[in-house]
């Protein structure tokens, strides 16, 4: 990412920045375990790593035709697609409606207007489909 400070407004006390996101996907997916370690978090209801996959696919599917601000220019409807398909998958699956919502990934989607945002949304995206995997995220 170029040096323009990119921040997305998770809610009115987090902002993810270049220097946050994986902090904050952490925080998002896990808690800490009775033993002081961190688990997956208890209050996020049972989601298959396939259906994220599924919602982390959406996002991956307009990040590899995006590689320059010029191109977030002509690709910019489909984060609103994005959106769409992720209200979709809400309605669908209330534990797809429950990561979604917690994680902000809707919510984020309407504030990216340039390109560092956009691939600042997309390392947080894979951040929490990995910390989801790596706090033991049911297959």
């Not at 902002?15 to 375990?33: M, N």
């Not at 599924?54 to 320059?68: A, D, E, K, M, Q």
């Not at 984060?79 to 994680?103: C, H, N, P, T, W």
Request: hydrophobic content about 35%; aromatic content about 10%; glycine content about 8%.
């Amino acid at each position: 990412m170029r040096k323009e400070g990119a921040v997305l407004q998770l809610n009115d006390k987090v902002a993810i920045d270049e220097s946050s996101y994986a902090t904050i996907a952490e925080a998002v997916v896990s808690e800490k375990g009775a033993g002081g370690g961190r688990v997956l978090k208890s209050t996020l209801k049972p989601l298959s790593m396939s259906k994220l996959r599924s919602i982390y696919g959406l996002i991956t599917n307009v990040y590899t035709r995006v590689s320059s601000p010029d191109d977030l220019g002509q690709n910019i409807s489909d984060l609103q697609y994005i959106k769409v398909k992720m209200a979709y998958e809400s309605g669908r699956d209330s534990s797809a409606k429950d990561f979604i919502s917690k994680a902000g990934l809707m919510h984020l989607l309407d504030q990216i207007k340039t390109y560092d945002q956009f691939i600042l949304y997309c390392r947080y995206a894979e951040s929490l489909v990995a910390y989801f995997k790596f706090y033991g995220g049911k297959e």
